[in-house]
């Protein structure tokens, strides 16, 4: 690794806004600051022994997760449900996607953006209450689009764990989604 390939304040700009974001989906928003910057200074301080066995997003989402599983192991830590909220997009970024990227007109009527902003929000909300083994491999895979390898990397379990919490995962969510979201519209 050359020096400027491990400037901290780069690494900072870069991967902050996305362990945030990923600690909000798991520990809630309330704690998410807080923890990112535990992670950050546990970065900064470990930066110059990083030897590069790893990509360094690897290694960053790595130290995130094992800060949101030491917090949620934390007797002390009460996730106070009513005061949370999912991180998930805001409705600009969904509606993005859903514009002409030529003209940057709508593809989609105000309805139809509304309907779909609800069913990704249930989406959210049912990801928050799966067991936290499935959550944290949901929320890697589904929201910050980690591939499986690694995300088995990240957390240091073979691929075919992964592979297994993520199918599981994934039937869990829909079973809530079908029973509570309206998910036939989804299919």
Known sequence: MTETMLD???????????????????????????????????VSRALQTFRGEAQLSTWIYRIATNAALDKLRDPSFKRAVHNESTDCPDADEINAE??????????????????????????CDYIETLPLNYRTIMVLSELEELAANEIADLLGLSLDVVKIRLHRGRKKLLGELKSHCKAEDWL
């Open 8 to 42: 901290f304040q780069k690494i900072h700009d870069e991967f902050r806004p996305k362990i945030r974001s990923y600690l909000a989906r798991l520990v809630g928003e309330y704690e998410a600051e807080d923890l990112t910057q535990d992670v950050f200074i546990k």
């Open 98 to 123: 859903d514009k002409n990227i030529w003209t940057g007109e709508g593809t989609l009527s105000t309805e139809q953006r509304l309907f779909r902003r609800e069913r990704f929000e249930c989406y």
